[in-house]
Nanobody, 122 residues
Framework: QVQLVESGGGLVQAGGSLRLSCAAS????????MGWFRQAPGKEREFVAG????????FKTDSVKGRFTISRDNAKNTVYLQMNSLKPEDTADYFC???????????????WGQGTQVTVSS
């Protein structure tokens, strides 16, 4: 059974940092693009960041560029999201995802984790 399990969420003050981890099991994702989506209360789910198997990363918009870093450890089948200078508007459930392809796609990813909650207080 393929699973993506997120960890590292929690409550943090504005300006603080969190590091999300996503451990994949059931198959190797070393040849798959992986990434993170988020869903804020009352809003649609949105793409945050993605990373190819060789480490090329893509970020949502200027709202997270320079503050968030995505990385992966293929040997551990794990992807990370380092979030710095957090803002209240970053409050959301964060979901780890994986595509069935090498590259990051515009379509919805095939694999999703259950999500981890991030709350940023002002």
């Amino acid at each position: 059974q393929v699973q993506l399990v997120e960890s590292g969420g929690g409550l943090v003050q504005a300006g603080g940092s969190l590091r999300l981890s996503c451990a994949a099991s059931g198959r190797s994702f070393s040849s798959n693009a992986m990434g993170w989506f988020r869903q804020a209360p009352g809003k649609e789910r949105e793409f945050v960041a993605g990373i190819t198997p060789t480490g090329i990363s893509t970020f949502k918009t200027d709202s997270v560029k320079g503050r968030f870093t995505i990385s992966r450890d293929n040997a551990k089948n794990t992807v990370y999201l380092q979030m710095n200078s957090l803002k209240p508007e970053d409050t959301a459930d964060y979901f780890c995802v994986a595509w069935s392809t090498w590259t990051i796609q515009t379509r919805s990813p095939e694999y999703w984790g259950q999500g981890t909650q991030v709350t940023v207080s002002s």
